[in-house]
């Protein structure tokens, strides 16, 4: 990450967002693939996430110092995913561990649509639109948050 933005500063970027890691042990596809047939997150891989995202900050602070005009936010996107997941009926939603698409368990991508067996009638309900991607209920408020702390790149 450290050359690619000391590249963009070069080529004149001075307002650049970065988004941390999502808490990739809450997956859908990681709790079904290294879950241990729970049905809660995977600890060491949030723990991976968590350990990059300490790095992450650390690196855009000593870049902020090195790289004079350069305003650079760091969008956690780790821990309002983490409340969604942990806590959906607080947030509104029925289901966090499986996806609405397909078995909800391991599709993606191409694999998942409205028309795959198994969809479900209201994705506004999922936190996950298939086993990787949050739901576009779910992206919103994600959104909402990220605006508020992005608001340093606009003013």
């Known amino acids: ?5 000391q590249n963009l500063y070069a080529l004149g970027a001075r307002k650049i967002g970065v988004t941390t890691l999502p808490p990739l042990g809450c ?3 990681a709790i079904t693939l290294f879950g241990s047939r729970s049905n809660e997150c995977v600890e060491r891989l949030n723990t991976d996430a968590v350990n990059f ?5 650390i690196t855009s602070q000593n870049l902020q110092i090195s790289l004079s005009n350069l305003t650079l936010a760091v969008l ?3 821990q309002p995913l983490h409340n969604l997941v942990t806590k959906p009926a607080e947030n509104g939603f029925f289901e966090a561990r ?3 698409c397909g078995s909800g368990l391991i599709e993606t991508s191409i694999l998942c649509n409205k028309d795959s ?3 479900c009638a209201n994705a506004s309900e ?3 639109w298939d086993s990787f ?3 576009e209920a779910a992206n919103k408020v994600l959104a909402d948050g990220l605006l508020l702390s992005g608001i340093s790149l606009i003013s």
């Open 1 to 5: 990450m450290d050359v690619m933005l």
């Open 27 to 29: 997956l859908p596809t």
């Open 53 to 57: 995202n300490n790095k992450l900050n």
């Open 76 to 78: 956690d996107i780790y």
């Open 98 to 100: 499986k996806a609405c």
């Open 117 to 119: 067996i198994g969809t």
């Open 126 to 128: 999922y936190v996950f």
């Open 133 to 135: 991607h949050p739901s």
